[in-house]
């Protein structure tokens, strides 16, 4: 039983930026918000949520995001209100558009143009001898080994 009890201590847990002064008293409007705080990248540390960040802007961002939906702001509207400020950059999770067509649809054009080039090369192979023909030296060799 103690074992256990060390082992839930000294285990890591999910650290959260959020400050307690940030969180709005209504349940409803924090998960919201928290939510919302998942997809968008700290422009600081750019690999991280807003949510798990410590770095100011990310503060701010999170200040900016309650604030939004305490205005009374869609989701949508906070997400598009924050991409117009700083970009799409801003998301974790690009959203599909003219933009990052290419980025959605490279990977699903490199995998089609990868089989298709070994289609190509199996096919131009298929028929072809793979070795060299054996010299008649050889041959009488390989027969007396066999003994034919």
Known sequence: MRLLLIVLLLAPTAAFAVNPDEVLPDPALE??????SAELR??????QSIDD???????????????????????????DYIVSRYGEFVLLKPRLSEKTLLLWGAPAALFVLGGLALVIYARRRVGKPTGTQLTA????????????
């Not at 700290?42 to 690999?47: A, D, S």
């Not at 030296?137 to 003994?147: P, T, V």
Request: charged share 35%.
């Open 31 to 36: 998960a919201r918000a928290r939510t919302i």
């Open 42 to 47: 700290c422009m600081v540390c750019q690999n």
């Open 137 to 148: 030296e050889e041959e009488a060799r390989l027969n007396d080994i066999l003994g034919k």
């Open 53 to 79: 960040s410590n770095a100011d802007l990310a503060r701010d961002l999170r200040l900016l995001v309650r604030k939004r939906l305490v205005a009374g702001d869609s989701d949508k509207q906070v997400l």
